[in-house]
């Protein structure tokens, strides 16, 4: 019989766990380096100073990938600590080979479902900003339920910011694109900083394959809200 909690805690994931090859370079660092790098998923609050070892700007990245971006952006701004989730092993992987690598300190890394982690281990008013870059489009129709950009979790998120925080997503699917715009415009306690969409921030590279679908003329838009 389902526990009526574990019940009214149940969320339509968005992201399914395919069973995508792990190289042997992947496993051994997420077996050798997520110890180091990694935090544990925990139904309690984590004190963010203490897990980097400092008082800065925190930043938290949803979904960052093969961690490419992720990296180059907390090497740039040390002056930052980057909290990032991701639930594939490989990318997870990949993002702890790229720290070690380029010694770079200011990233944790957390493997597992956002949703979980924002609900129970990230405290309200302790983000300065997030990063949501390329989440899964869902593009087909009946999948759209999937999408992660949904007003019950942006209510959420926005309740983890700082005051001016802000939320940052970046899509190549237009129809995406406008449904996260309707849906930050929406929340009462978020603002524009532009008139719809932004220009790239400097901050944020360009992967290869964005600048491959530049050049076959696809369309990439980013969002920038600010939380009021």
Same mark, same amino acid.
């Given at each position: ?6 019940? @009214? ?14 190289? #042997? ?18 139904? /309690? #609050?984590?004190?963010? =100073? ?43 992987? =990949?993002?702890?080979?790229?720290? +070690?690598?380029? /010694?770079?300190? =200011? ?20 983000? +300065? ?29 926005? /309740? ?17 694109? !406008? ?7 929406? !929340? ?10 932004? #220009?790239?921030?400097?901050?944020? #590279?360009?992967?290869?394959? !964005? /600048?491959?679908?530049? @050049? ?13």
């Amino acid at each position: 019989m389902t526990n009526p909690s574990e019940l @009214k805690n149940r969320h339509i994931r968005s992201f399914v766990l395919r069973q995508g090859r792990v190289s #042997p370079a992947q496993q051994r660092a997420c077996d050798t380096l997520l110890p180091r790098f990694g935090i544990p998923y925990s139904t /309690q #609050p984590l004190d963010l =100073n203490q897990a980097f070892g400092r008082d800065a700007p925190k930043i938290l990245e949803i979904g960052f990938g093969m961690g490419e971006s992720t990296a180059t952006i907390a090497l740039a701004h040390p002056e930052n600590d980057y909290l990032a989730l991701e639930v594939h092993t490989p990318g997870v992987g =990949n993002l702890l080979k790229l720290t +070690d690598a380029q /010694q770079i300190g =200011n990233i944790r890394i957390i493997r597992h479902d956002a949703v979980e982690v924002l609900r129970d281990m990230i405290g309200e008013a302790t983000l +300065d900003g997030v990063h949501i870059f390329f989440p899964d489009p869902w593009h087909k129709a009946r999948h759209n339920k999937r999408r992660l950009i949904q007003a019950p979790f942006i209510a959420q998120l926005v /309740q983890k910011l700082k005051p001016s925080g802000y939320i940052h997503v970046a899509t190549d699917w237009q129809d995406y694109a !406008e449904q996260i715009l309707a849906v930050l415009s929406a !929340e009462p306690l978020l603002e524009n900083t532009v008139a719809d969409y932004a #220009p790239r921030p400097a901050y944020r #590279p360009l992967t290869k394959f !964005e /600048q491959r679908g530049l @050049k076959l003329g696809h369309g990439v838009w980013d969002l920038v809200f600010r939380r009021k």
